[in-house]
């Protein structure tokens, strides 16, 4: 069976690449054969996009209107907040002042009585613990040299027992007080707390002011039951209220024991803001173990304090999060859904641009057939429809493309179909080669017509491949001559250092092609090549019914002469001075005789190409005699004729040539 062209062309590669990487290099020439496009597959696909701008859309929606939502749900929240804790502060801070108003006006009435010495002392006292229940102890005291001394008192005698509290308890308390003392030096109305810490029952002191004169100063001391006052101060929700005095001692809390221990919350900063405040009321937000409050006070003279009520945020504004929460929540879902929704959306649009695309890329390498329907009425659908009938019509051009190709060069063919081929003739710089088999009359006598055809089907498919490999073009075959050039249609490096490299590939070739001939019990055959390199006209031949893209004029012409000195010389590839001037530096060549050519004035100087100077094959030929060797050339020196052809003297051998 004949070895086909795409065989020789996979074999051909390996060889221009292990013996020609350098010029490969060189002239960023792509040997492989085989496509390494990443194909049609993408990163970021339309179904992802369309997911992913709509969740992004949502997302970013979603945040802004939480966003929104939660600053002016919370500054409303905030704002009633601040205003019903202002409230509170103020009703209690009234609550508060008219009570130890009203006990001081009725401890001062009570005093009066006491110093009058009139009447039973004891239906007094009694009458009024029953009209003061808060009271449980009323004295009067004197303050000399910063010493206090009771002068009188009353008390509440069914509570004293009732608690099992000693006779002399409230005495005591009170004298035991620097707080009280304190106070009687300043002389103002207080409101003291005088408990001890093993206390049980907390209490609370009313100082009044009463006489003063100059060596003397007398107060009205009474003492109240807290549950009252700590009632208006229970927890409400999350507000705290507690009162302080002018120097942070806790008088009021919701924790009793706050007002048992004698706390002072002098370093929190709210108390500090009341302190500080030049007002009788206010509110700030201030920072507290870590935990911002909203806190509000008012002062209150008649207590000598004030009442301050807080509000921890995270408290206040845990429905605000709480909601923030839930929308967060909302808007996950609905970007899921939406995201499902979209998926299953996207894939009604994006399936079909799927096998468009994968058809695309079916038409990318080559196969037309296209096997996609149209599922849909809208602009995809009529975009398949359109892709269809595209694909059919370049199914027929590849079929009218592949038909000329069997008959035109197909880089023919592609300045043809795409427009790019000038009509008539234009001069170009190009490498011309022409090669022909020796005594191939005398073989094709030998031969029935059908095994002429097999075998130069067989010998082109061999030889044809290194001139395309090269980035040749064949320009037409010549019964079993062929003629290619390198440099007319396109250019793509040196056209001549690529046709010399043809013609050695060429040689090769033909080594193989007679080994399988010897496979057969064939005798081997020999060729010779001829090359040129020079100007040209490369256009368009023929009549207005048929044309032919060739090459004319004198290079085409000697190097036709020089591939048939190929014979009388004994070497298989000739090349023109003028094509060895451009790539000296890359061959081992042999001067040959100059000769005379038919046309030509000049002698004409001409060198078998031996081999490339960079071919690292240590089999190579160094010599013409190895070229000889290699194709089994018998090389007789009376070849050396004074004439190349005895009808017709086309060229003429005139002298030996200089050692070069």
């Known amino acids: 069976m004949p070895t086909s062209q795409d065989e020789n062309s996979e074999?051909?590669?390996?060889?221009?690449?292990?013996?020609?990487?350098?010029?490969?290099?060189?002239?960023?020439?792509?040997?492989?054969?085989?496509?390494?496009?990443?194909?049609?597959?993408?990163?970021?696909?339309?179904?992802?996009?369309?997911?992913?701008?709509?969740?992004?859309?949502?997302?970013?929606?979603?945040?802004?209107?939480?966003s929104f939502a939660t600053y002016f749900f919370k500054s409303d929240s905030e704002n009633n907040i601040k205003e019903e804790n202002f409230k509170l502060v103020d009703l209690i801070g009234i609550t508060v002042d008219n009570y130890i108003t009203s006990m001081s006006w009725k401890s001062k009435q009570m005093a009066l009585i006491l110093d009058g010495n009139g009447g039973d002392k004891k239906t007094f006292s009694d009458m009024f613990f029953q009209l003061n229940s808060d009271i449980v102890f009323l004295g009067t005291f004197s303050l000399t040299k910063d010493k206090l001394n009771l002068l009188q008192s009353i008390q509440e005698e069914e509570f004293?027992?009732?608690?099992?509290?000693?006779?002399?308890?409230?005495?005591?308390?009170?004298?035991?007080?620097?707080?009280?003392?304190?106070?009687?030096?300043?002389?103002?109305?207080?409101?003291?707390?005088?408990?001890?810490?093993?206390?049980?029952?907390?209490?609370?002191?009313?100082?009044?002011?009463?006489?003063?004169?100059?060596?003397?100063?007398?107060?009205?001391?009474?003492?109240?039951?807290?549950?009252?006052?700590?009632?208006?101060?229970?927890?409400?929700?999350?507000?705290?209220?507690?009162m302080v005095d002018l120097n942070g001692n806790v008088l009021a809390h919701p924790e009793k024991e706050k007002v048992l221990f004698l706390s002072n919350l002098i370093s929190s900063p709210i108390v500090q803001e009341m302190l500080k405040s030049p007002i009788g009321n206010g509110q700030n937000?201030?920072?507290?173990?870590?935990?911002?409050?909203?806190?509000?006070?008012?002062?209150?003279?008649?207590?000598?304090?004030g009442i301050i009520s807080i509000v921890p945020e995270k408290i206040v504004?845990?429905?605000?999060?709480?909601?923030?929460?839930?929308?967060?929540?909302?808007?996950?879902?609905?970007?899921?859904?939406?995201?499902?929704?979209?998926?299953?959306f996207a894939r009604t649009i994006t399936k079909p641009v799927i096998k468009l695309l994968e058809q695309t890329h079916n038409i990318s390498h080559g196969n037309f057939k296209i096997d996609i329907k149209s599922s849909t009425q809208d602009e995809i659908g009529l975009l398949t429809n359109h892709f269809i009938a595209?694909?059919?019509?370049?199914?027929?051009?590849?079929?009218?493309?592949?038909?000329?190709?069997?008959?035109?060069?197909?880089?023919?063919?592609?300045?043809?179909?795409?427009?790019?081929?000038?009509?008539?003739?234009?001069?170009?710089?190009?490498?011309?080669?022409?090669?022909d088999i020796r005594n191939f009359t005398a073989m094709s006598e030998q031969m029935s017509p059908e095994e002429v055809v097999?075998?130069?089907?067989?010998?082109?498919?061999?030889?044809?491949?290194?001139?395309?490999?090269?980035?040749?073009?064949?320009?037409?075959?010549?019964?079993?001559?062929?003629?290619?050039?390198?440099?007319?249609?396109?250019?793509?490096?040196?056209?001549?250092?690529?046709a010399i490299n043809s013609a050695l590939m060429m040689r090769d070739q033909l080594i193989r092609f007679n080994n399988k001939r010897a496979e057969k019990k064939k005798s081997p055959i020999r060729i010779g090549c001829g090359l040129n390199?020079?100007?040209?006209?490369?256009?368009?031949?023929?009549?207005?019914?048929?044309?032919?893209?060739?090459?004319?004029?004198?290079?085409?012409?000697?190097?036709?002469?020089?591939?048939?000195?190929?014979?009388?010389?004994?070497?298989?590839?000739?090349?023109?001075?003028?094509?060895?001037?451009?790539?000296?530096?890359?061959?081992?060549?042999?001067?040959?005789?100059?000769?005379?050519?038919?046309?030509?004035?000049?002698?004409?100087?001409?060198?078998?190409?031996?081999?490339?100077?960079?071919?690292?094959?240590?089999?190579?030929?160094?010599?013409?005699?190895d070229v000889r060797q290699l194709l089994g050339i018998q090389f007789d020196e009376t070849a050396y004729a004074s004439s190349g052809d005895k009808e017709e003297e086309k060229f003429k051998i005139i002298n030996q040539p200089e050692n070069k």
């Open 11 to 66: 074999n051909l590669q390996d060889y221009f690449r292990k013996k020609y990487e350098d010029t490969a290099r060189r002239h960023n020439i792509n040997v492989d054969a085989v496509d390494k496009r990443k194909g049609y597959r993408v990163n970021w696909s339309l179904q992802l996009k369309l997911m992913g701008i709509n969740s992004l859309i949502i997302t970013l929606t979603s945040i802004v209107i939480i």
């Open 160 to 242: 004293i027992q009732r608690n099992n509290l000693e006779n002399n308890f409230f005495k005591e308390l009170i004298l035991e007080s620097k707080l009280i003392k304190d106070r009687a030096i300043i002389n103002t109305i207080s409101l003291v707390n005088i408990n001890k810490k093993d206390q049980t029952i907390p209490f609370l002191g009313v100082l009044i002011p009463y006489k003063k004169t100059d060596s003397e100063t007398k107060v009205i001391v009474s003492i109240l039951q807290t549950d009252n006052i700590l009632s208006s101060f229970k927890k409400r929700g999350p507000f705290q209220t507690f």
């Open 285 to 305: 937000r201030f920072l507290e173990n870590d935990e911002y409050s909203i806190g509000s006070f008012k002062k209150i003279e008649s207590i000598n304090g």
């Open 317 to 344: 504004f845990e429905e605000v999060y709480n909601i923030q929460r839930r929308n967060i929540y909302i808007s996950v879902i609905s970007i899921f859904v939406s995201f499902l929704i979209t998926f299953l």
């Open 390 to 435: 595209m694909g059919q019509g370049l199914e027929e051009r590849e079929k009218v493309k592949d038909a000329l190709g069997r008959f035109v060069n197909p880089a023919v063919v592609n300045l043809v179909l795409n427009n790019n081929l000038k009509l008539g003739g234009e001069n170009r710089t190009c490498a011309v080669l022409f090669s």
């Open 454 to 498: 097999e075998f130069l089907n067989e010998y082109f498919s061999f030889m044809v491949s290194p001139i395309e490999l090269s980035f040749g073009v064949v320009d037409k075959f010549i019964g079993d001559a062929i003629v290619a050039t390198w440099g007319a249609v396109s250019t793509l490096g040196n056209p001549a250092e690529n």
């Open 533 to 625: 390199y020079g100007s040209v006209i490369a256009g368009q031949i023929g009549t207005v019914n048929r044309v032919e893209y060739t090459v004319i004029g004198d290079t085409v012409n000697l190097a036709s002469r020089l591939e048939a000195l190929t014979k009388p010389f004994g070497v298989d590839i000739l090349i023109t001075e003028q094509m060895y001037e451009g790539v000296k530096d890359l061959y081992i060549v042999e001067k040959m005789k100059q000769i005379m050519v038919k046309g030509k004035k000049e002698p004409q100087t001409v060198y078998a190409v031996i081999s490339r100077i960079d071919d690292t094959d240590t089999k190579r030929p160094n010599t013409i005699t």
